[in-house]
């Protein structure tokens, strides 16, 4: 198989849209949270935020779900914190698990933060998943955390290849979220 068919293969298997649902399961599971309240407070709110963004972007004022374009990527941002602020404040109002009410305010600065840099970089949306799942996994076990550390280097790697980022617009994707979501996980459970 060619490297870019590798990398082709790569950046689907980690699309943010595809991997965020298994990888939430799986982190909440090990956490130790019912499969119903995974299911309520991250599944269903993860598909609903798909299925609105994805929905609106597939309208013809848009150019196309890729979000290549500024105002593509602005209106992903826009949705996205609008949508994880309900859903923040539905968590908290049904008294949610803590490890997901906790994670929220670290997710919504993630893309308040990607927005405000979305105005001169092209920030990558595989990383900026993929940094998310690193820093929840790293919260587990750093050796998970290692693991999503490798995977976040191919993704990477298949971002660049495919010629769709720069390595700065992955490093920042990676970076952002990581920092950003690890710092949130040791506020919220006093320890990662």
């Known amino acids: ?49 798909t299925a609105v963004i994805y929905g609106v972007l597939a309208m013809p004022k848009y150019r196309e779900l890729n979000m290549n374009t500024k105002a593509d990527r602005d209106m992903f941002y826009i949705l996205s914190i609008l949508l994880l602020t309900i859903t923040a404040v539905a968590t908290h109002h049904f008294n949610g698990p803590e490890i997901i009410a906790g994670l929220y305010p670290g997710i919504i600065a993630v893309g308040i933060i990607n927005y405000l840099i979305n105005s001169k970089v092209k920030i990558s949306l595989h990383l900026t998943g993929m940094g998310v799942l690193t820093a929840v996994f790293t919260g587990l076990s750093p050796g998970y955390g290692i693991l999503f550390l490798i995977f ?41």
């Open 1 to 49: 198989m060619e490297k870019e068919q590798v990398a082709y293969r790569l950046s689907q298997i980690f699309h943010p849209a595809i991997i965020e649902i298994p990888g939430a399961i799986l982190a909440l599971y090990m956490f130790g949270l019912p499969l119903k309240e995974i299911f309520y407070f991250a599944v269903l709110p993860i598909s609903i935020l």
């Open 152 to 192: 976040s280097g191919l993704v990477a790697w298949s971002r660049i290849k495919l010629g769709r980022h720069t390595p700065l617009e992955t490093f920042l994707g990676f970076t952002v979220s990581f920092t950003v979501i690890l710092a949130s996980l040791l506020f919220t459970m006093g320890s990662a």
